[in-house]
T-cell receptor, first 114, second 110 residues
Framework: EADIYQTPRYLVIGTGKKITLECSQT?????MYWYQQDPGMELHLIHY???????EKGDLSSESTVSRIRTEHFPLTLESARPSHTSQYLC?????????????FGPGTRLTVT | GEDVEQSLFLSVREGDSSVINCTYT??????LYWYKQEPGAGLQLLTY?????DMKQDQRLTVLLNKKDKHLSLRIADTQTGDSAIYFC??????????FGTGTSLTVIP
């Protein structure tokens, strides 16, 4: 059982608000990821981190930002939410030393911007 | 990024076998994976196969890998209503790059 948590699970917020989506893992994994999932199912990588103080942008351009000050914590921030940010956000982690490289996922945050 | 393709939808009757297919483009894949996503939840790893294997069986799940055709499949025997979910295949290139398929929505008809 993977121990990766996301809060909140659901968020409805007005346009222009600043929001932070939290992601924490207790497995000591060095790599962490944020994905945005369309209603049509496809996953898009928006940010990733290979360790503390390392953050990179993913394949899909995003107005969000991330930080990695502690190994276990990888929050995602939107400075000014817009309706186009409405989506499901999934956080994942993996361990470089793993022989099989699999990613473990949190339960997701469903964000709605009105 | 890599193109990992899956058909979008599959419907089967309860008790039948389901076969979900996936094609990928990078022949240097190290591992290939199948994940399951239930409504409102994250992705759960079901099984994986190392790229030098042809087949892996795990209870009701059978994974077949055809490296020549870059084709991966997941067979679920005796499909149950609890198997209704979205299934994603994924490939890893030495752990540095990870690509997910487009997802297949499986509906099991009672």
């Amino acid at each position: 059982e993977a121990d990766i948590y996301q809060t909140p699970r659901y968020l409805v917020i007005g346009t222009g608000k600043k929001i932070t989506l939290e992601c924490s893992q207790t497995m000591g994994h060095d790599k962490m990821y944020w994905y945005q999932q369309d209603p049509g199912m496809e996953l898009h990588l928006i940010h990733y981190s290979y360790g503390v103080n390392s953050t990179e942008k993913g394949d899909l351009s995003s107005e969000s930002t991330v930080s990695r000050i502690r190994t276990e914590h990888f929050p995602l921030t939107l400075e000014s939410a817009r309706p186009s940010h409405t989506s499901q956000y999934l956080c994942a982690s993996s361990e470089s030393a793993s022989l099989t490289y699999e990613q473990y996922f949190g339960p997701g945050t469903r964000l709605t911007v009105t | 990024g890599e193109d990992v393709e899956q058909s979008l939808f599959l419907s089967v009757r309860e008790g039948d076998s389901s076969v979900i297919n996936c094609t990928y483009t990078d022949s240097s894949s190290t591992y290939l994976y199948w994940y399951k996503q239930e409504p409102g939840a994250g992705l759960q790893l079901l099984t994986y196969i190392f790229s030098n294997m042809d087949m892996k069986q795990d209870q009701r799940l059978t994974v077949l890998l055809n490296k020549k055709d870059k084709h991966l499949s997941l067979r679920i025997a005796d499909t149950q209503t609890g198997d209704s979910a979205i299934y994603f295949c994924a490939e890893s290139i030495e752990g540095y790059q990870f690509y997910f398929g487009t997802g297949t929505s499986l509906t099991v008809i009672p």
